[in-house]
């Protein structure tokens, strides 16, 4: 039987959800959130598409938990915006539109520059970052538009990583799932992740040199240019 869900090869199978032992009430709450998470991590990762059908049975099996549990879970995303529930049919990979590109970037406007302000810019998250810019510079280089988008993807967490709270990072993490699935709408532009590459070298720069005002204003504007560019694909 061929997958809905499992998109990529066989030998990247969805890891099923298991932990130690816990209470009744308490495994199935932790079961739920980790089934969310592999789902929300597989739509941040690109490899579920806006409009993909999640059938319940299969990923159900796939990841080891009941199908009341995966309804669960899929409540949990559909909360997120991440999916929809359509009545009749079943759950699909949400589509995303120009409301939700507004409200995504109104919420990046304020947490990530606050983090460029505020954050601390320990050398090792810095080092980090630099890395980052490297793997996206030869994702350039090879026209790989997937790489280039992973990159971006964990530059903008690495940035929650200065504020050194969990809060924030788990907020960056549901709001660049969400991105990723705005992302399908640029898949055939390299220009449009490359052009992102330089900006994001840019802002590294002067966070290392310590102009964190100017980081911020220069992180906004380019949140809101992004912001323009996506509102011409999907509007």
Not at 32 to 49: D, K, M, V
Not at 53 to 72: C, M, Y
Not at 74 to 98: C, I, K, Q, W, Y
């Amino acid at each position: 039987m061929t997958s809905n869900f499992a998109l990529e090869p066989p030998s990247a199978p969805v890891a099923p959800v298991h932990g130690p032992p816990t209470p009744l009430g308490a495994h199935r709450a932790q079961a739920r959130a980790l089934a969310a998470g592999r789902l929300r991590e597989r739509i941040s990762g690109g490899h579920l598409a806006p409009g993909t059908k999640l059938s319940e049975h299969v990923i159900a099996q796939e990841l080891g938990v009941s199908r009341n549990t995966l309804r669960e879970a899929f409540t949990m995303l559909a909360e997120e915006s991440l999916v929809d529930r359509v009545p009749n049919r079943g759950v699909f990979v949400a589509h995303p539109t120009a409301g939700d590109v507004r409200e995504i970037y109104n919420a990046r406007r304020i947490i990530e520059p606050g983090a460029v302000l505020w954050g601390s810019c320990s050398e090792q998250v810095l080092t980090g970052l630099w890395s980052v810019i490297e793997a996206a510079r030869a994702a350039r280089a090879a026209g790989d538009i997937t790489g280039m988008a992973d990159a971006n993807q964990r530059f903008h967490r690495g940035l929650m990583d200065l504020t050194g709270s969990d809060t924030l990072v788990t907020t960056m993490d549901r709001l660049l799932a969400r991105m990723r699935l705005m992302f399908h709408s640029m898949s055939t532009d390299p220009g449009f992740h490359g052009d992102y590459v330089d900006r994001n070298a840019e802002l590294l720069r002067l966070l290392e040199a310590g102009e964190r005002e100017r980081a911020a204003e220069s992180l906004r504007e380019y949140l809101s240019f992004a912001e323009a560019q996506l509102l011409d694909h999907v509007e």
